[in-house]
């Protein structure tokens, strides 16, 4: 964004389609961490909940970038930017869902061992 030529064509990525979805993660990085601190990852339910919130946040950057990037309506925005990508998010939130909670449990029991 400030013209350091890390992105494809040694641009800085700024006028790229898929820029929007960078500037998702960090908004996403920053709700979810923020919910996450409020104890919204403690179940595989309200991981999987928080999860997709995050995913709804990425997506609302990234296919409104996407859409005013290759100046397309909003359902061809929604056809390239989302569809494409909902299945293998949906598996990826199930396991990491089902996996948070007993990360955190395995931290806890840890955590008791060294006191």
């Known amino acids: 964004m400030v013209g350091v030529p890390w992105f494809s064509g040694g641009t800085s990525g700024f006028s790229n389609a ?7 993660f960090i908004l996403a990085a920053f ?5 996450a601190e409020r104890g919204a990852s403690t ?3 309200r991981s999987a909940g928080l999860m997709v919130v ?6 609302a950057v990234g296919v409104t970038w996407l859409k005013f990037a290759i100046d397309v309506n909003w359902a061809t925005a929604l056809s390239l930017g989302v569809v494409p ?17 007993l990360s955190w449990k395995g931290l806890e029991k840890l955590q008791m061992r060294n006191q």
């Open 85 to 101: 990508f909902l299945i293998g998010d949906a598996v990826k939130i199930a396991l990491a869902a089902g996996l948070l909670p």
């Open 31 to 35: 709700i979810v961490g923020r919910l």
């Open 43 to 45: 179940t595989a339910l």
């Open 54 to 59: 995050g995913n709804l946040a990425i997506y």
């Open 18 to 24: 898929s820029f929007g979805y960078i500037l998702g």
